[in-house]
């Protein structure tokens, strides 16, 4: 079974700290992607990268930066947190295959202070 | 502007009957459309991918329709049992598998 790995689920963390959120796959998918969800919104797009040192920004990248140095895993940086970025991000991975199947970890809910 | 909007309020029914679920979009050209399932607390789950040149695809209890001259996708669920209680997204692919653009999903509740 893929697996989707999202470092932490719950963290809470103080307005302009920096936040490093990790995301592990396991089946060596191409594609990889961070949302965020928020109640009546639906999950939007943050980055997305398609390989290794690649990356395009989603929707809404203000305040955000990404990092994937291997196949396997994408990290998500804010770089001074604020408090509407308190939110659930999703993290999913897919292969280049006919159905484009996204494979979500289990969530990391932020709070911003 | 660019909407994809799901009916947000929960849709409730008796186990049993069949669930139909809406997904209308605006000022996209969608190549596909995805049909995803969300528990609470949890990441969602992909069910069904139609094509913008299908009709029709099924999969056990489910049925999803893709009708692009309404701009809408229907989900059906038969026999719907309390187990189908999640929350169900649409996603809409314009090309590759690069990009996808979700509803905010309709709640369903089956009850017993």
């Known amino acids: 079974d893929v697996k989707v790995t999202q470092s932490s689920r719950y963290l809470v963390k103080r307005t302009g700290e920096k936040v490093f959120l990790e995301c592990v796959q396991d089946m060596d998918h191409e594609n990889m992607f961070w949302y965020r969800q928020d109640p009546g919104l639906g999950l939007r797009l943050i980055y997305f990268s398609y390989d290794v040192k690649m990356k395009e920004k989603g929707d809404i990248p203000e305040g955000y930066s990404v990092s994937r140095e291997k196949k396997e895993r994408f990290s998500l940086i804010l770089e001074s947190a604020s408090t509407n970025q308190t939110s659930m991000y999703l993290c999913?991975?897919?292969?280049?295959?006919?159905?484009?199947?996204?494979?979500f970890g289990e969530g990391s809910r932020l709070t911003v202070l | 502007s660019q909407k994809i909007e799901q009916n947000s309020e929960a849709l409730n029914i008796q186990e049993g009957k069949t669930a139909t679920l809406t997904c209308n979009y605006t000022n996209y050209s969608p190549a596909y459309l995805q049909w995803y399932r969300q528990d609470p607390g949890r990441g969602p789950v992909f069910l069904l991918l139609i094509r913008e040149n299908e009709k029709e695809k099924r999969k056990e209890r489910l049925k999803v329709t893709f009708d692009t001259t309404l701009k809408q996708s229907l989900f059906h669920i038969t026999a719907s049992q309390p187990a189908d209680s999640a929350t169900y997204l649409c996603a809409l692919g314009e090309n590759n598998f690069n990009k996808f653009y979700f509803g905010s999903g309709t709640k369903l509740n089956v009850k017993p």
């Open positions: 999913a991975s897919s292969f280049l295959a006919d159905t484009g199947e996204l494979f």
